[in-house]
């Protein structure tokens, strides 16, 4: 184990990669890069991290921040819940521990959405206290070396991969063996090709030895993608703004804004009437705004789209907003999505949406 840990922390010090999370100690900036690279590329991370902290400097900024505005800095990173519970925990930091977060396990896994992973990972990075913190990547680096066959994100395996995980932290230090397991699946182990001619634990891994690379770690059975079928209504009232409806905080993309999702693949007829009834809306003429299929982690939603202006006043709970101000709440890519198709080419030209891909995509049309 002792050889196994100074050779990984000597190919830590030579192949990490340069970026802004590392070398330092403010747990606020790491626990806001960890919560960031879950479920997420850490080139998309890149775009979102210094300006999320330019906006949020510190805990206290962020505890003292609107919803709606942290949403918006979140818009286009997905996982959506990461935000709500960031929010609340930097609430929890500065009203329970004044500002400052807690230096010990127990006291991090207390913090809203620390799971055993975030807090493995900030009290470790942040505080050097020899946790363990696993997240795939590393997953993946300890089954194969010690040739683990259960799947490590539940029952015997999850207990084994933590406990060598444990181990590792406890040779220390672990603030870099945590950084340097992670950094050896995320550019070496890689989940196919991994490249074990570049790894300092080629000599002791018991799956390059035994050839079982291919079959370590073992595959999640994953539950078949349930089909969801919606049908979306971009709703324009006199001064051309959108209706967009706050989702409720438990649901499909809780706390963010949308157009009006109706369950089912509506007729425009049924479609009137649903909005009527389920939210007082009232609509004009409903023109066909062809179809989209999105896909989420667990379902695909296959979107029929309607474009319509409002008859009479919005109802509460509709927020009309200029398409020149959606990048200030918090739109999922599905908005951006909905909108870019179902609106008019020349009202394309106006929206300022929050993520990239759409900004290149109105910037692509406006220079067409
Ligand atoms: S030797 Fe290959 S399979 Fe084993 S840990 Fe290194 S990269 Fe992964």
Same mark, same amino acid.
């Given at each position: 184990?002792?050889?196994?840990?100074?050779?990984?922390?000597?190919?830590?010090?030579?192949?990490?990669?340069?970026?802004?999370?590392?070398?330092?100690?403010?747990?606020?900036?790491?626990? +806001?890069?960890?919560?960031?690279?879950?479920?997420?590329?850490?080139?998309?991370?890149?775009?979102?991290?210094?300006?999320?902290?330019?906006?949020?400097?510190?805990?206290?900024?962020?505890?003292?921040?609107?919803?709606?505005?942290?949403?918006?800095?979140?818009?286009?990173?997905?996982?959506?819940?990461?935000?709500?519970?960031?929010?609340?925990?930097?609430?929890?930091?500065?009203?329970?521990?004044?500002?400052?977060?807690? %230096?010990?396990?127990?006291?991090?896994?207390?913090?809203?959405?620390?799971?055993?992973?975030?807090?493995?990972?900030?009290?470790?990075?942040?505080?050097?206290?020899?946790?363990?913190?696993?997240?795939?990547?590393?997953?993946?680096?300890?089954?194969?070396?010690?040739?683990?066959?259960?799947?490590?994100?539940?029952?015997?395996?999850?207990? +084994?991969?933590?406990?060598?995980?444990?181990?590792?932290?406890?040779?220390?230090?672990?603030?870099?063996?945590? $950084?340097?397991?992670?950094?050896?699946?995320?550019?070496?182990?890689?989940?196919? %090709?991994?490249?074990?001619?570049?790894?300092?634990?080629?000599?002791?891994?018991?799956?390059?030895?035994? $050839?079982?690379?291919?079959?370590?770690?073992?595959?999640?059975?994953?539950?078949?993608?349930?089909? +969801?079928?919606?049908?979306?209504?971009?709703?324009?009232?006199?001064?051309?703004?959108?209706?967009?409806?706050?989702?409720?905080?438990?649901?499909?993309?809780?706390?963010?804004?949308?157009?009006?999702?109706?369950?089912?693949?509506?007729?425009?007829?049924?479609?009137?009437?649903?909005?009527?009834?389920?939210?007082?809306?009232?609509?004009?003429?409903?023109?066909?705004?062809?179809?989209?299929?999105?896909?989420?982690?667990?379902?695909?939603?296959?979107?029929?789209?309607?474009?319509?202006?409002?008859?009479?006043?919005?109802?509460?709970?509709?927020?009309?907003?200029?398409?020149?101000?959606?990048?200030?709440?918090?739109?999922?890519?599905?908005?951006?999505?909905?909108?870019?198709?179902?609106?008019?080419?020349?009202?394309?030209?106006?929206?300022?949406?929050?993520?990239?891909?759409?900004?290149?995509?109105?910037?692509?049309?406006?220079?067409?």
């Amino acid at each position: 184990m002792k050889k196994d840990s100074r050779r990984l922390l000597e190919w830590y010090e030579r192949n990490k990669r340069s970026l802004p999370w590392r070398n330092q100690k403010d747990a606020y900036r790491i626990w +806001v890069s960890e919560i960031m690279l879950q479920q997420t590329r850490v080139e998309t991370v890149l775009n979102y991290y210094e300006r999320f902290l330019d906006r949020f400097p510190s805990v206290e900024s962020l505890a003292a921040a609107d919803p709606d505005e942290v949403r918006a800095a979140w818009s286009g990173l997905g996982y959506y819940r990461r935000a709500r519970f960031m929010l609340e925990a930097a609430k929890a930091v500065v009203s329970e521990h004044a500002g400052e977060f807690p %230096n010990t396990l127990l006291g991090l896994r207390a913090l809203p959405g620390f799971g055993r992973y975030t807090a493995g990972a900030v009290a470790s990075i942040a505080f050097d206290l020899p946790a363990p913190a696993v997240d795939g990547n590393a997953a993946r680096v300890i089954t194969r070396w010690r040739g683990i066959r259960e799947d490590p994100s539940r029952g015997e395996g999850e207990r +084994v991969v933590w406990a060598e995980a444990e181990r590792l932290a406890k040779a220390g230090p672990a603030a870099e063996i945590t $950084q340097a397991l992670i950094e050896l699946g995320a550019t070496v182990c890689l989940p196919r %090709n991994p490249s074990c001619t570049r790894c300092p634990w080629r000599s002791s891994c018991v799956a390059h030895r035994d $050839q079982l690379i291919s079959l370590i770690p073992a595959k999640k059975k994953r539950a078949p993608k349930k089909t +969801v079928e919606l049908t979306a209504l971009v709703v324009l009232d006199e001064r051309d703004r959108v209706l967009l409806l706050e989702q409720p905080d438990s649901g499909l993309f809780g706390g963010l804004y949308t157009p009006p999702l109706l369950e089912g693949h509506l007729s425009p007829r049924r479609s009137r009437s649903t909005a009527r009834n389920e939210l007082g809306l009232e609509l004009g003429e409903l023109a066909p705004g062809g179809q989209l299929r999105h896909i989420l982690t667990h379902r695909e939603l296959e979107l029929h789209l309607f474009r319509t202006r409002l008859v009479g006043r919005a109802p509460a709970g509709l927020r009309p907003v200029s398409l020149g101000r959606l990048h200030e709440l918090g739109i999922p890519t599905i908005t951006s999505r909905v909108l870019e198709q179902a609106l008019p080419e020349a009202m394309i030209e106006g929206l300022v949406l929050p993520s990239r891909r759409s900004a290149a995509l109105a910037t692509r049309r406006r220079s067409s």
